[in-house]
């Protein structure tokens, strides 16, 4: 059984129809990724999802369970992080703020934090700084341990590589790499090289449909549907 | 230029606003206790008009909710404590400290109360059918204003209502050539007592933590686990009792009041949450703060720019900063 199951999704923004139907299953366990142009619809599947916006019809399965019509807190509960494209960091709170509101209980793990702050040495550094005052990449990292704080099953996580430098993109692909190892993850990028190096098995959603959905490996190898469905050569 | 803000920025920067206002004034009032006089009477006026715009604020910048309604509980507010007040005239006009305070405690119990109910029934059954919807919401919290507005007409009549005041708060202290009026001193002192434990709740504990970032980002709170629309009914409910208290306080101020006294209030209480930016305690604080030094300094210096100087002082501060002296978003 797939961790999550993705079944005839259909979302409408407004009057506008953005997915129009989706399907794919996210296997238990390392990377799943999702591919596609500027808006295909990309982060419209991460957010209905995540319940931001609601699929009619279509639904979400998660561990077998249905989750389409749960309140996005109440899927964020059953270990279900989300990381969007504008990283979401609460810019008034300080870093050590912005980790303690992802807790449940609001008190540290210390092993958890301890090995968020190898992972992210800066976050540790600044601490008691207001995340605003973070550098992009920093933030992309607050964004990324606060989804990691707590024990989570599956984590979202939209675009992250968008707009940072190379080496913290390098810095980024190790973290998703460690995290992988206990924790499954579903990554929509844009950058195709990142998400080679760290998808196993991936899907690729066009215009609101699922154009293709395959291992990694297959789809790294055929430049031809490459060229066809993200209109790039790599 | 540079070298100036930065050094502005660490002695407090746009907190100094208040101050460096009351030090214009000193200089162009001239004579030291008129300005004494003055500024007590601006920081009273400043405090209960942070009353009654915090809630007004957090409920905006959590929901991003435009409630014109929010006039209804300061009137409310103010009719409640008084009518309390007039039931225990006995305890009022007795000589004793202690009766007198216990009936102010009791009406301003009382207005706290109600402003909790009114928060709570006002939140359910106006507020959330029209979530996300600003027209909507403008139109049905300016109806409910009206309803209440008519409300208190039809219970306390239309004819100014006189406000009880306890005997230790009647009259002033005399220093010299100064005169403070004891209520004002009062109403100031109890305003910052609830700015403290306001400021306590939203930065030393976990709830304050939700409300600070849902003010900034609801959706995100919401995928972190956690139901904003709950958090929403006790911030609303909040809000409320605290309005409440703020039309509670200026009831005792005015000692005259009037069922249009709320929405008459709600221009300035705009002015407060504009300038100070939406979702932001410390910033309502701040404007309330400007807003009643400079009427008072503007109503002594040139009274008939008394109605203008709080848009004068608005504009001036949205050409400055777009935002607000201290947005709640950076």
């Known amino acids: 059984m797939s961790l999550l199951s993705v079944r005839n999704m259909k979302t409408d923004i407004g009057q506008y129809a953005v997915l129009h139907d989706v399907s794919f299953e996210v296997p238990e366990g390392g990377v799943f990724v999702l591919l596609g142009r500027n808006g295909a619809g990309k982060t419209t599947t991460l957010r209905s999802i995540i319940g931001l916006w609601k699929p009619s019809p279509g639904s979400v399965t998660f561990r077998g369970e249905d989750i389409t019509a749960l309140h996005t807190a109440d899927i964020a509960r059953k270990g279900i992080a989300y990381v969007p494209e504008n990283m979401g960091i609460f810019g008034t709170l300080t870093v050590d703020e912005n980790l303690i509101l992802a807790t449940r209980n609001g008190r540290f793990d210390a092993a958890r934090l301890a090995r968020i702050h190898d992972l992210f040495p800066a976050l540790a550094q600044f601490r008691d700084k207001q995340a605003w005052s973070l550098s992009g990449g920093q933030k992309q990292m607050l964004s990324i341990a606060r989804a990691m704080i707590e024990p989570r099953e599956l984590i979202l996580i939209d675009e992250p590589t968008k707009g940072l430098a190379p080496s913290i993109v390098d810095a980024m692909a190790d973290a998703f790499r460690e995290i992988a190892q206990t924790t499954t993850i579903l990554l929509v990028e844009q950058n195709f090289a990142f998400a080679r190096a760290l998808g196993r098995d991936m899907a690729v959603i066009d215009d609101g449909r699922v154009a293709h959905a395959g291992s990694m490996d297959d789809f790294a190898a055929d430049t031809a549907l490459q060229d066809r469905l993200l209109s790039l050569s790599v | 230029m540079t070298a100036l803000t930065t050094t502005l920025g660490r002695a407090g920067g746009v907190n100094l606003l208040p101050l460096a206002v009351a030090l214009i004034a000193f200089v162009l009032i001239g004579a030291p206790s008129s300005w004494v006089t003055l500024t007590v009477a601006g920081l009273a006026m400043g405090m209960m008009l942070f009353l009654m715009a915090s809630g007004l604020s957090l409920v905006f910048g959590l929901m991003d909710v435009l409630n014109f309604g929010h006039s209804a509980f300061v009137s409310f507010g103010a009719f409640v404590s008084a009518s309390v007040l007039a039931g225990l005239g006995g305890w009022l006009a007795a000589d004793s400290w202690a009766l007198n305070a216990l009936a102010l405690a009791a009406s301003y119990l009382a207005a706290i109360l109600f402003g909790l109910i009114a928060g709570w029934f006002f939140e359910t059954v106006i507020i959330r059918p029209v979530y996300r919807d600003h027209l909507r919401q403008i139109l049905i919290t300016i109806g409910a204003m009206i309803v209440a507005e008519q409300t208190i007409l039809a219970f306390w009549g239309g004819t100014p209502y006189s406000v009880g005041r306890p005997a230790f708060l009647e009259g002033s202290w005399i220093i010299g050539d100064v005169s403070i009026e004891i209520y004002r001193a009062f109403a100031f ?110 109503g002594f210096l040139a009274p008939k720019l008394a109605l203008a100087s709080n848009m004068i002082l608005m504009v001036a501060i949205l050409l400055w900063r777009p935002n607000g002296l201290r947005p709640a978003v950076k």
């Not at chain 2, 604080?285 to 009427?295: C, D, I, P, Y």
């Open chain 2, 189 to 298: 002192a109890l305003g910052v007592a609830v700015f403290v434990m306001l400021y306590l709740v939203l930065n030393r504990t976990r709830i304050g933590l939700l409300i600070r970032a849902g003010v900034e980002d609801r959706e995100m709170v919401e995928a972190l686990g956690f139901r904003v629309d709950r958090l929403f009914i006790g911030v609303f409910m909040l809000g409320s009792a605290l309005a409440a208290l703020g039309g509670a306080m200026w009831a005792g101020y005015e000692t005259l009041i009037t069922p249009h006294m709320g929405a008459d209030l709600m221009i300035v209480v705009f002015i407060v949450v504009i300038i100070g930016g939406l979702g932001s305690i410390e910033g309502t604080l701040l404007g309330a703060l400007l807003v009643g030094l400079m009427s008072n300094y503007v």
